[in-house]
Structures are given as C-alpha cells and as structure tokens.
C-alpha cells in the first residue's frame, strides 16, 4: 500500500497480484471508497479511516465512556437485588 500526502488528491494506491496475473496489478481507492483485501475477501478497509485515522486519545476516551457506562449499569443492577456476574 502507498500514501502520498503530496499529491493533490488523497488516494491509497495497492499493488497486488489479482487471481490470474502474473504481475502486479495498480488499484488506486478515493476517499469515500471502501478497499476489499485480494488475499481475504471479507477484510474491507474504508479509505477514510487510512488517510484519517482516529487519534489514540478519542479511541481511548471512547473505550473509558463504555467501561464507566458498565459499570453504572452494574451498580444499578446491583441496587436492585441483581447479580450482574451471574446474569
């Protein structure tokens, strides 16, 4: 895979041998495409998170969210006579 954040138009460039050809094969995707694995079938990247990746602190902050959200719902569960390790 190439990135050129020089040129003019992002793009992600895949150099890849496709079934049946013996050399390599360009296929260029544009933002808002989504790319399809030639070796697995059923991975697709989008061309979006490629070019623009979350940053590590929202991917973070994100997980933190859900675990106090769980942990909320837990203590409820537990308010009310419930288990939440045993359901």
């Known amino acids: 895979m190439i990135l050129d954040p020089a040129e003019t138009s992002p793009r ?3 150099m890849a041998f496709l079934e049946g050809d013996d050399i390599y094969t360009e296929v260029n995707y544009l933002p808002g495409e ?3 694995s030639v070796v697995f079938p059923h991975l697709r ?3 979006n998170a ?3 990746p ?3 602190e929202g991917l973070i ?5 859900q675990l106090q ?3 909320r719902l837990a203590a409820r569960l537990r308010e009310l006579g419930v288990d939440p390790d045993a359901v």
């Open 45 to 47: 990247l989008s061309v």
């Open 50 to 52: 490629i070019l623009d």
């Open 61 to 65: 902050k994100a997980e933190q969210a």
């Open 34 to 36: 989504e790319m399809e």
């Open 12 to 14: 992600v460039r895949v």
């Open 54 to 56: 979350p940053l590590v």
């Open 69 to 71: 959200k769980a942990e």
